[in-house]
């Protein structure tokens, strides 16, 4: 399945683009299924729908989002459903961990009392792009389409899977299993009932889901589209989160440039903002093009009500209800999304090969006596960068972002003599130590 991720910086138009990509998908006859976050009215009014509430009695420990609602032909919208599936996974943990609730003389909560908390809905978010993928063969969606937070927002919960596991791999490591076999013994010292069993299991359970969601993060179906409003503000913005994505392993499929205003006007006052936007637009292709397609999306006039017709006909002017033009009433009727699908185009289709990984060492020792570890980070720039060796990992800090990473096991055994910035490639310098670098006999 193709999983499309949304994002941009902030009011460029998000929900609006990640629908019109379902519906561009959906006419090429792909099943697709456009998912949301957005706890407001904002996508029921920019869909045309009443409402993306879960059906009374939903499971949302299996699915946690709502019934999809059908747009168009092939097309369907859910909302992640927060709430419930928070209520849902605590009642669960507590139903594994009731011994130690016993032991403890604690009172488990009951659901009416559950209230999601603060940044649940980043982990329901991950949980959803799991749960898409489970679905049985010919029950699913060719693609899915998750209109996601803004550019920063969405680079850190995208990291969230990897720092996770790392995070129980360093506070449950492997020698738990050793405790895990003393606890009958422990239970008769000290003549109290210990953890059930199931707890033990629940981390395991967690580092399995985790390494299912960061698979779909970093598989080559996942690609990212970023959505900007052309503007001075918005290219500074638009680089970091390049930057942050790209040290996460995200490919960026295409750049939206949206609302874009008309050029050639008469009236000064417009025609000063169109030369800004146009100026901002040249830079984007600059920096983008043509390894990652820039497509441009005209500004309707209003905001998008409603998919409009699926089919992407033109809207016929003073028609009553058409999109586009001044209705029979002689008011501008509201424009519909899909007249933005053919802008905004389809995904692309999944690579057939895997591509190859960019992440390599370079073997440079006979002509200078270092490797060299190159890694892509388009986007970043020197004063933004930091790198730290701690043990047997590099961690590599672009602006706000930073990830740990795992040397390769021949840098292992090497020293960092040095580092540089070029062209959107780090290159890391390291130096054979000779403690531990082999030797010959």
Known sequence: MRTVLVTGTGGAGRTTVAAATALAAAREGQRTLLLTADPDGTPEALLGIRSLRSAPGRSADRLPWSVPVELAPGVWAARIITDEWFRSELSALQDRGHGLLDLLGATPLDGEELTALPGVESIALLRALRAAQTAPPG???????????????????????????RYLRRLL???????????????????????????????????????????????????????????????????????????????????????????????????????????????????????????????????????????GAEPRPGADGADGEDGVDGRRAPAGLAALAGAVGAPAARPDRPAPDPWTVEDRLADDG????????????????????????????????????????????????????????????????????????
Not at 418 to 441: E, I, N, S
Request: aromatic share 4%; with cysteine; charged share 25%.
């Open 173 to 311: 490591p492997a020698e738990r299993q050793a405790a895990r076999a003393l606890r009958p013994m422990l239970a008769q010292l000290a003549g109290v009932p210990m953890p059930a069993q199931k707890l033990y299991e629940t981390a395991e359970r967690w580092e399995r889901e985790l390494a299912a969601v960061q698979g779909v993060i970093e598989s080559e179906a996942t690609t990212v589209r970023l959505v900007v409003e052309p503007g001075p503000l918005a290219d500074r913005a638009l680089r970091t989160a390049r930057a942050g994505l790209a040290l996460h392993g995200c490919r960026v499929e295409a750049v939206i440039a949206n609302r874009l205003l008309p050029t050639g006007t008469s009236d000064p006052w417009l025609a000063a903002l169109s030369g800004q936007q146009q100026d901002a637009l040249k830079e984007l292709y600059e920096q983008w093009a043509p390894a990652v397609p820039v497509r441009e999306l005209p500004h309707l006039g209003r905001d998008p009500h409603g998919v409009g017709d699926p089919r």
């Open 370 to 441: 270092v490797l060299l570890w190159r890694l892509p980070l388009p986007g970043a720039d020197r004063d933004g960068l930091g790198l730290v060796r701690r043990g047997d990992e590099l961690i590599v800090s672009v602006g706000p972002f930073h990830r740990v990473l795992p040397l390769p096991s021949a840098l292992r055994r090497c020293t960092v003599s040095g580092a540089g910035l070029r062209d959107g490639w780090l290159q890391v310098r390291f130096t054979p130590d000779p403690d531990l670098w082999p030797k010959r006999l």
């Open 139 to 165: 029950t699913g969606w060719d693609v899915l389409v998750v209109d996601m937070p803004p550019a920063p927002d969405t680079v850190a919960l995208l990291a969230l899977p990897e720092q996770l596991r």
